[in-house]
Each structure stands twice: as C-alpha cells, then as structure tokens.
C-alpha cells in the first residue's frame, strides 16, 4: 500500500505531464464506456459528455478527494435489452423504447441515494445484510448470461472479425505490457476495426457528412420524449424492469471504493464516507440517463491505472473528465465510432459478457459462499433459473396485469426477498472456531 502523501505526487510533475496523465486515463476508460452505447443503441457523444460530466459531480460531492472515473456501466444492459424490446413489441420505435429504458435507469440512480441515506442513518454493516454475495453473486452471473445471445448475433455478421477482436484483446490482457495491460478492449476494437477497413467492410461515406463541432442532446433522445408519449403502464414496467438491478451496482460500487482505498492508500469510505461517493454515483447515473447516456459506474480500468502510475492526485482524472466532454461536441468522431462493424462489436463483447458472469462466481467463491446450504442453493438457483428462463423462454418478460416484468428484475426481487425470510442456518453446517462442525 502507498503512503497517504503519495496523492499529492502529480502537483511536482507539472501541468504537461499532468495532461499525457490524464490522456492515459481517458485512454483506460475508453474502450468500455464507447461500448455500451454501441451495444445499446444509445449516443456516443452524449455518452462521452455525462461521463466526463458525471465524473466532475461525483468528485465535487466527494470533497474532490476521490480519484475515481466514471464511465458506462455493463450492469444496465440486460436492463436496455429487455426494455427495448418490451417497447418494440408494443409498436415504439427503437428511439423511443430506449428512452423508456433510460427513464428506469434514472429511476434506478435514485436508489443510490436511498442506500447513502440508510448508510449513513444505520451504518454500513446494517445494511448491506440484505444485499449479501448469495443475492448480488447470481444476479451478476444472470446478467452476463441474458446478454450472451446479442453477443453471438453478432459475431455471426462476421467470426473473423470477431475472432480478431477476441485474440486481440485475449493477448493484450495476458502478455502485454504496461499500458498495453491496461486497454485490452480499446485494443480488440482497434484491431478488428482496421482490418475490417481493410477487407472493404466498413462503408465511410457517413463519416463524410458529419460535422466537426455539435451539439450532442437532442430532445427525442432524453426522457422527456417519454413523457410526451405518456405511456404509463410502460413506464411502470420500464422501472420495475430495471430498478432492481441498482442492487447489484451498488455491490460494484462498494467493491470499487475498496479497491480504491486499497490503491490510494486512504480510507475513503469513512472520509469522504461511502454516503458520499453513492450520492455522486447516484446524481451521474440518474443525470446521464435524463439526458439519453448510459448508467455511470466508477471504472476498475482507471484504478489499474492508479495502480500502474502511483500518481493518485484526483486533478489527473478530472483532466481525463474534460478531455471526455470535449470530445463528445465532434459529431465526426462519434461518427467513426458508430460505423465499427457489428461483429467487432460481437467479438468483444463476448468476453465481456462472458466477464461479467465471471465476476459474479469470483464474488460467490472470494466471499465463501456456502453451496452446500440447502438455503443458499435456493437462493442462487431461483435466481439464475428465473433470469434466464424468463429471457428465452417467456418472450423477454412475464405480464402482471398492465406491468410487465424482466427475468432479471423478477429474479432479483425474488433473490432478496428469499434471502430476507429464510433462516441463515437452514440445512447449513458451519465449523466452531476449534475446527469442529456443528448443524
């Protein structure tokens, strides 16, 4: 662990080196945050815009002490899918389905604040007691493997270029060096872009026509869209769909405020205190989505960067926040984004989906969750069994009278209701401190 003053390194270094810093941070960030609006539809510009903007408000109300980068989160992507697809099937245009899904992803920022308050009137421990590794484990695992089908959709556009993409960033992550190590995706998606301009499979003629400079928010792309269309038993849908999956991200966001801690070498869940990096996660995720951009969520990649630099100073990330912000008013770039073929997109997103059920079974084995507790196995079995049968075998969600509800959303109510009434001890043996099982 670093010592607490080695956050104050980067005030020697200079502002030069402070910007290539911070041009490495938004490198690091990159690769994912450009992916989730590519695999959800959503704008990328207005994706780069809230997450540089987002990244500014949570430091603002963390007392500018955190150095943490938000960027998009995977976690809401079932929560895209399913609502795009409810939206569709009742005859609303792509458009218009994702900005329903963008008003439960609002709705889910909400519960950020929710959960600081109670942090902060009960304390931590109080709390996350409904929320253990049994819960949010399985519910991580059912999102990577609700999303896996969209991933082989579209690698079938094209397996070379997806099998590029997935080598690339396989090698990248296993024998690369520096920073390297660090942008294995950016790296996959670069890749296979290029070699699929090579191969004449990717038409430029858009690119042409877009501008150098504009405004990225259109009003058909926020909420306010919804609003206007008014269509309240989906919007009560959208939110019961989506809102549950906070559960899970908070998790991620407790997990990442250790990591951080662990990197920095500073307690930042007592000071600025946990409450306060929830409500900033919150106010980010719950802007961005008003605005048509994907859920925030403080990035792993830009703590390995911490990790790799032993630069902690919190001004290098808000360089790498405004380097976003500028970006996302060149229609020409995003643009270039958007013209990446489908099966690039499919061939990293592959792993990732496949990733983010990995993190859910390093939660349940890293927390030592006892399988062979008859309440557990409930507990994780309902979980998967309803997330994923309600995705392929129920047409994408089960109807409550006007309210429609995800595998997703229906698992993870059923997960912790589960949790919150069976008895810890039942059908568990667990060992006395002597090493001697009890039942």
């Not at 950020?112 to 484990?137: E, W």
């Not at 995705?391 to 429609?404: E, S």
């Amino acid at each position: 662990m670093e010592p607490q003053n080695a956050i104050y390194d980067a005030r020697q270094l200079g502002l030069p080196r402070m910007m290539i810093l911070g041009v490495q941070h938004l490198f690091a960030m990159f690769g994912a945050t450009v992916l989730v609006p590519l695999l959800t539809g959503l704008d990328v510009s207005v994706t780069l815009l809230f997450a540089g903007i987002g990244t500014l408000m949570f430091h603002f109300i963390s007392k500018w002490n955190v150095p943490a980068f938000l960027g998009s989160s995977f976690a809401f992507l079932g929560g895209y899918a399913s609502v795009k697809e409810m939206g569709m099937a009742q005859g609303l245009s792509e458009t218009l389905a994702l900005d329903y899904a963008c008003l439960g992803v609002a709705c889910a920022g909400l519960m950020y604040f929710v959960m600081a308050a109670l942090i902060k009137s009960f304390g931590v421990k109080k709390i996350l007691k409904f929320f253990p590794p049994v819960v949010t484990g399985p519910i991580v695992i059912a999102i990577g493997l609700v999303l896996s089908g969209s991933a082989i959709n579209n690698c079938q556009t094209n397996w070379l270029l997806a099998i590029i993409a997935i080598v690339t960033v396989i090698v990248a992550s296993i024998w690369g060096k520096g920073i390297v190590k660090i942008i294995p995706v950016l790296l996959g998606v670069i890749v296979s872009y290029v070699i699929a301009a090579c191969m004449g499979e990717v038409d430029f003629a858009p690119l042409g026509e877009a501008a150098w400079v504009g405004f990225p928010i259109e009003k058909e792309h926020t909420i306010w869209a919804v609003f206007e269309h008014g269509n309240t038993s989906l919007m009560l849908s959208t939110i019961l769909a989506v809102m549950p999956i906070a559960f899970a991200t908070i998790m991620e966001h407790i997990g990442d405020m250790f990591a951080i801690s662990s990197t920095v070498g500073k307690d930042f869940l007592a000071e600025p205190g946990l409450h306060r990096t929830l409500t900033g996660d919150g106010v980010a995720t719950a802007l961005a989505s008003i605005f048509g951009a994907p859920a925030n969520t403080t990035y792993g990649e830009n703590t390995g960067v911490l990790n790799l630099t032993k630069v902690f100073d919190p001004k290098v990330i808000r360089i790498a926040a405004c380097l976003a912000i500028i970006l996302a008013f060149c229609p020409k770039f995003a643009s270039l984004i958007q013209l990446m073929p489908a099966a690039t997109i499919g061939g990293v997103s592959l792993i990732l989906y496949g990733m983010i059920s990995a993190v859910g079974v390093r939660n349940l084995v890293e927390e030592k969750v006892d399988l062979k507790s008859s309440r557990n196995v409930f507990v994780a079995a309902l979980i998967l069994v309803l997330a994923i049968g309600v995705k392929y075998g129920a047409n994408d969600d089960i109807a409550i009278g006007p309210i429609h509800l995800s595998g997703l959303a229906i698992a993870a109510i059923v997960g912790i209701f589960l949790n919150a009434i069976m008895p810890d001890k039942l059908g568990m043996k667990v060992k006395s401190f002597k090493g001697k099982e009890k039942s």
